[in-house]
């Protein structure tokens, strides 16, 4: 079973690059998340989608932009790449309250 | 606004011994108090959850103990080993079973188990 799963893995971009968080999950869930973690910060919600076809923001939105192709995949992008966005990001699917994480993308801008 | 405060943040335990971690919450809308565990290089997984209706539930080692007056609850592992060395966080969320689920997190707890 490979539940969610998350490309890439690592990523180092510049200051002002775009680049997209690819997601896809395999257990038929409707809903799905984008959270970023940094240390002592916890994990944070960035967009989540609760069926095919919707987007809502979540605690942290700003310079992101989300795209749910289909029921499988939900895909995180980021524009113009801040300094500040340096994190690992983590996507999510939901089963009756319970989230299914993927292992994170380690995402450095410099 | 943190709607979930969780201390301390780095936890020391020798082997065998128990581990306490306690959380606050804010929203009296939530209904759904899970605690996620997460080991380095992985994602977060549900270790264990309680609904407000009880005040404890106890999975092997690992118990939830839940105050609703306080708006508070904890995590407890009892008998503590080295492979239960992870960050753990307590989340919170309300309408659980509605599409418009969102759990909010606390900032986690670095827990080390001591040989």
């Known amino acids: 079973n490979a539940g969610v799963t998350q490309t890439p893995k690592f990523q180092v971009l510049k200051t002002g690059q775009s680049m997209t968080l690819q997601c896809a999950q395999d257990m038929n869930h409707n809903s799905m998340y984008w959270y970023r973690q940094d240390p002592g910060m916890g994990l944070r919600l960035i967009y989540y989608?609760?069926?095919?076809?919707?987007?809502d923001k979540g605690e942290v939105p700003n310079g992101y932009n989300v795209s749910r192709l289909n029921k499988r995949e939900f895909s995180l992008r980021l524009e113009s790449a801040a300094p500040s966005q340096t994190s690992v990001y983590f996507c999510?699917?939901?089963?009756?309250?319970?989230?299914?994480f993927g292992e994170g993308s380690r995402l450095t801008v410099l | 606004q943190q709607q979930v405060k969780q201390s301390p943040q780095s936890l020391i335990v020798q082997k065998g011994g128990i581990s306490i971690i306690n959380c606050a919450y804010e929203?009296?809308?939530?209904?759904?108090f899970p605690w996620y565990q997460q080991f380095p290089g992985k994602g977060p997984a549900l270790l264990i959850a309680i609904r407000p209706d009880v005040s404890e539930k106890k999975e092997g080692r690992f118990t939830i103990s839940f105050n609703k007056s306080a708006k508070q609850f904890s995590l407890h592992i009892m008998d503590s080993q080295p492979g239960d060395s992870a960050t753990y966080f307590c989340a919170a969320s309300g309408s659980s079973g509605g599409s418009n689920y969102k759990l909010t997190f606390g900032k986690g707890t670095l827990l080390t188990v001591n040989p």
């Open positions: 929203n009296t809308a939530f209904d759904y």
């Open positions: 999510a699917s939901k089963r009756t309250g319970e989230l299914f």
């Open positions: 989608s609760a069926s095919e076809g919707t987007t």
